[in-house]
């Protein structure tokens, strides 16, 4: 999913890892000249929507820092 955040863009997904069965949320921040200045995942969880939903939250954290700074 694409979010338009504080001028950038959010971009999550979650996979499904086949081994433990948890999904992995990722995320990666483009800033508006579309260059990819941040990426990462979160902690593994049970279920895809809380995946994503954790890569979002952490997301929009890492922004907020760095607009703070």
């Known amino acids: 999913m694409d979010i338009g955040y ?3 863009i959010i971009v999550t997904g979650s996979e499904r890892d ?3 069965g948890r ?3 990722r995320y990666r921040i483009i800033d508006e ?3 990819v200045v941040y990426e990462s ?3 593994p969880v049970d279920d895809q929507m809380k995946a994503e939903e954790a890569a979002n939250v952490e997301a929009r ?3 907020d820092r760095k607009a703070a700074a």
């Open 18 to 20: 086949d081994t433990s």
């Open 33 to 35: 000249k579309g260059v």
């Open 6 to 8: 504080k001028g950038y």
């Open 23 to 25: 999904w992995n949320g």
């Open 61 to 63: 954290a890492w922004i």
């Open 41 to 43: 995942f979160v902690e």
